[in-house]
């Protein structure tokens, strides 16, 4: 009976064609609509400035389980749910937020009184926390962490399941936004000390290994766990062996290797190269026939997706990196002038890394609006004579993951600066003679995700993701999902979504597991 099951079960989450990229970018549509909603609540009304758990997962986290089940197929109606009371609320004036920030003059720092005060100590160099980021980066872990439970029961339709071979479906986009987001994050360190692409490479190589190698162990123990408890498996997805959890710890440590690369070429260029000779290898040098028609008799032949489909990976990382590297520093040029002082042996940098500095958002906005036309276009190419293919991360599934996910950074960005624009005014230069004067923020970094439920979510976001499979697998042990009602699933996936959510704010002051 048992065996029965399992095979019934694989079945259930074979064979899907997906759905359409229009589909698809409705129902993640729903995600903005529902920060709309909640930046016009937090930004409008007092007793909504500090949200209590509750009524932030109503907001922000309900909306995306039922976009993914019972509004699947009407997901602009709940868009218009979110945005109507959003609408009426722009009616209301948004409330007064922030304090100055103290300004320099010639002889030292300012406070807000005037009064003088004491010369700063220097700091290490630091970015500027960015709202955008820790609400994109929260809400595709949290659409990820839904997605693999509700895939399991039939109120999950089978268009947003992972497709066999060839399609678009929400859970194939989910794999490339988790790897293009760990590119974006990545980009933190070379933006802080670009000189750590020209560090000996051999001790880099260790530290970033090292690092890995829990993410390492973690796809190894699931492995072991699947086979052991005979727990229902999609062998295409990957292999017989390989995971997911192995993709994302080779992903470093190639980036890694290619620093010497990437100080003299453009990290974007890099990454649409290595998607061309990824799609190259696959069409013309026989590796697509590789995958989908050659025997698993050996342990390579065993993991061929996951071999096969690395380089796909790698080029979606380093477009993340590219990514990272324009919308985290004060200018989008920062990184690429200070690569290119780097590569001159100049070593001067454009701008200093002072939190104090706003980030030069106009110019943000109009690079990302370029590069996502960029990769919209080219992926409108792409498909004229190729599929997209999770299973072997070619090109146009490269193209349309850094398009959706440029896409819906540069979204999120808009709404964060239409709702909670910062002030900012301008002083003069002390280290300037000509009398230049800078443009500084008048108000503190408003704290409209630090401290709520999405930032809780991003903190531990690699132990929630565990934790969400921990959970998905009992789940699946204990009950029959895939014949369970529409009702009695909903009941399920609301609890555990609550569930998760709920560890991520009790555990929010502490970094339970740092990478």
């Known amino acids: 009976m048992a065996d029965n099951y399992k095979a019934s079960k694989e079945a259930f989450v074979s064979g899907a064609t997906g759905s359409t990229i229009l589909h698809i970018n409705m129902i993640s549509a729903v995600a903005l609509a529902s920060i709309a909603l909640h930046s016009a609540m937090r930004s409008r009304i007092q007793v909504f400035k500090s949200m209590p758990f509750v009524v932030e997962w109503l907001t922000l986290i309900l909306p995306l389980l039922l976009v993914m089940t019972v509004f699947a197929d009407a997901p602009g109606a709940l868009s218009a749910l979110l945005l109507a ?14 304090l100055p920030l103290p300004s320099r003059n010639a002889d030292g720092l300012v406070s807000p009184a005037g009064s003088p005060v004491s010369q700063p100590r220097p700091t290490p160099p630091s970015l500027r926390p960015l709202p955008a ?27 947003l399941a992972k497709c066999e071979t060839f399609g678009v479906s929400l859970m194939d986009l989910g794999v490339g936004s988790f790897v293009f987001s760990q590119g974006v994050v990545s980009a933190i360190p070379l933006i802080k000390d670009p000189s750590h692409l020209r560090a000996p490479l051999v001790p880099k190589l260790v530290t970033v290994s090292r690092k890995m190698l829990p993410v390492i162990a973690l796809g190894v123990v699931r ?15 990957y292999g017989t062996h390989w995971n997911f959890f192995i993709t994302l710890a080779i992903l470093p440590i190639i980036q890694t290797l290619l620093h010497p690369v990437i100080i003299r070429i453009p990290i974007a260029l890099l990454g649409i190269w290595l998607g061309v000779v990824q799609e190259y290898i696959l069409s013309v040098g026989g590796l697509k026939e590789v995958v989908l028609n050659a025997p698993r008799s050996n342990i390579i032949m065993e993991n061929k997706e996951g071999i096969a489909s690395l380089l796909g990976y790698v080029s979606i990382h380093l477009l993340g990196l590219s990514t990272g590297t324009i919308i985290l520093p004060p200018s989008p040029s920062y990184f690429r002038k200070s690569r290119d002082a780097l590569r001159e042996g100049s070593g001067n940098h454009t701008l200093p890394l002072d939190p104090a500095i706003p980030r030069q958002h106009a110019k943000t906005v109009i690079e990302l609006f370029s590069y996502s036309a960029v990769w919209w276009v080219l992926l409108g190419f792409t498909r004229l004579g190729v599929d997209v293919s999770r299973r072997m991360a070619n090109s146009p599934y490269v193209l349309w993951v850094a398009a959706f996910n440029t896409s819906f950074i540069l979204g999120y960005h808009l709404l964060d600066m239409f709702f909670f624009p910062t002030r900012t005014t301008r002083i003069k230069d002390p280290n300037d003679p000509t009398g230049k004067r800078l443009l500084v923020p008048q108000e503190t970094y408003d704290d409209q995700v630090k401290a709520g439920l999405l930032a809780a979510v991003n903190k531990n976001g690699l132990v929630l993701f565990l934790l969400a499979n921990v959970a998905t697998g009992l789940i699946n042990l204990s009950i029959p999902t895939m014949y369970t009602s529409d009702g009695r699933a ?3 996936l609301g609890g555990y979504a609550f569930g998760v959510c709920l560890v991520a704010w009790i555990v929010r002051r502490v970094r339970v597991w740092r990478l």
């Open 223 to 237: 492995v072991l766990l699947v086979k052991g408890s005979e727990y229902p498996e999609h062998v295409t997805e």
């Open 490 to 492: 909903m009941v399920i």
């Open 133 to 159: 980021l820790t609400t994109y980066r929260a809400h595709m872990l949290l659409m990820t962490i839904i997605s693999i439970l509700a895939v399991d029961f039939p109120v999950f339709p089978r268009s």
């Open 85 to 98: 009371p959003t609408v009426t609320l722009l009616l209301v004036p948004p409330l007064e937020r922030g």
